[in-house]
């Protein structure tokens, strides 16, 4: 698994020494630091078929968003935490718009910028496969914590067709909503 990083928006070291123990039997693959919560979501395409998973985990260094997936069209992509925890196909537009709970523009590079929900972007490889992990020290999984993302609503994960420019408000001209992964709390 590689690491997967935008700049200085995600300056996170992935560490050596995976895996969290979740129980007896479970071991949830997880390469971030100190992780102490974690959940799991399936990651469904425009036809409402489940393509891969993406997992939250909580951890020192922040929120740790890791996506494994197969069967994408390959590319570079864009992916983005949504407002809403709602994966509705073909369009997936009740996922919302990007998390912003803090009334800022789209984009790394946007001076009026970024969303809290904003990520670097993901690269697909020629077989389609994706597994990737990045850190936000700007999303939280702790109720009652800045950018806490298990709020009301939930939140979803969202990949596009395309690459996100990193400065284009509200979206970074990334295209349709290609997979979908939602998050809701228990
Ligand atoms: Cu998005
Ligand atoms: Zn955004």
Redesign the pocket.
Known sequence: MKKWIYGAAAAAVILSGCGMQMGKEEKIPVMSEGVTTAVESDLINTEGETVGTVLLTGGKQGTGIRITAEGLEPGVKAI?IHEKGECTPPDFKSAGA?Y?PDQKE??FDNPK???A??LPNIEVDEEGKVDLETVSEYLSLKEGHPGYVLDEDGSAVVVHAGPDDYKTD???NSGDRIACAAFNKK
């Open positions: 983005h990007h912003n789209h984009g910028g970024f969303h929900g904003d509200p979206a970074g």
